[in-house]
């Protein structure tokens, strides 16, 4: 296995992602708010106010651990992509 840095990478710096990278992580957020917000509705709906209201308390909770797992890879991708 060679970990020797290639002539193109400096030590320390992050791949570079190309503009169909982009184009993607940008699809696939935009989808995933998208199916989030319909299955929301969808059952909100369907079980009507007070019958989604423990549905709504799971999905808060599930929403703030994925979040807090999640946040250091968030913050990698936005920094690959060149963000800010």
Known sequence: M????SDTE?????PSVSGQG???????SILTGVLAATTIYA????????GFTPVAQLLTVWALCAASL???????VALTIHLW
């Open 2 to 5: 060679n970990n020797s840095i």
């Open 10 to 14: 400096e030590a320390g710096s992050l």
């Open 22 to 28: 982009k184009i993607v992580l940008t699809a696939a």
């Open 43 to 50: 059952s909100q709906y369907r079980l009507g106010s007070e």
């Open 70 to 76: 999640t946040f250091g890879a968030q913050q990698w």
